[in-house]
Nanobody
Framework: QLVESGGGLVQAGGSLRLSCVAS??????????VGWFRQAPGKEREFVAR????????DYSRPLKGRFTIARDNAKNTVSLQMDNLEPEDTGVYYC????????????????????WGQGTQVTVSS
């Protein structure tokens, strides 16, 4: 099970740090690729960022790179998403997801790749 937290209401230009914690584990979180996706009202869920189990293996949605930073702490079974300089267009529900099999970079951007999902956390950015 994955549980997201850290969402909330923030003004444009502000920051939020989301966390994704694995619990009641049925898979090896430390060896899992974890992705963040988001879904804005009326839109499809889209890829935000991914981090592989090996340190340094990250990938970002091109428009978000530079404002968002993904990191993991395997000792705490946690993956975080630091979001800076937020814009109203960043509003949506943010989900983390995991897959405990090797995947390609392309697969990591596809929500259908992931087998375990959290319930999501709401992020609202006001203008």
């Amino acid at each position: 099970q994955l549980v997201e937290s850290g969402g909330g209401l923030v003004q444009a230009g502000g920051s939020l740090r989301l966390s994704c914690v694995a619990s009641g584990r049925t898979f090896s979180f430390s060896y899992s690729t974890v992705g963040w996706f988001r879904q804005a009202p009326g839109k499809e869920r889209e890829f935000v960022a991914r981090i592989g189990w090996s340190i340094g293996s990250t990938d970002y949605s091109r428009p978000l790179k530079g404002r968002f930073t993904i990191a993991r702490d395997n000792a705490k079974n946690t993956v975080s998403l630091q979001m800076d300089n937020l814009e109203p267009e960043d509003t949506g529900v943010y989900y983390c997801a995991a897959i405990d099999q090797p995947i390609t970079t392309t697969q990591g951007r596809d929500l259908k790749t992931y087998t375990t999902w959290g319930q999501g956390t709401q992020v609202t950015v006001s203008s």
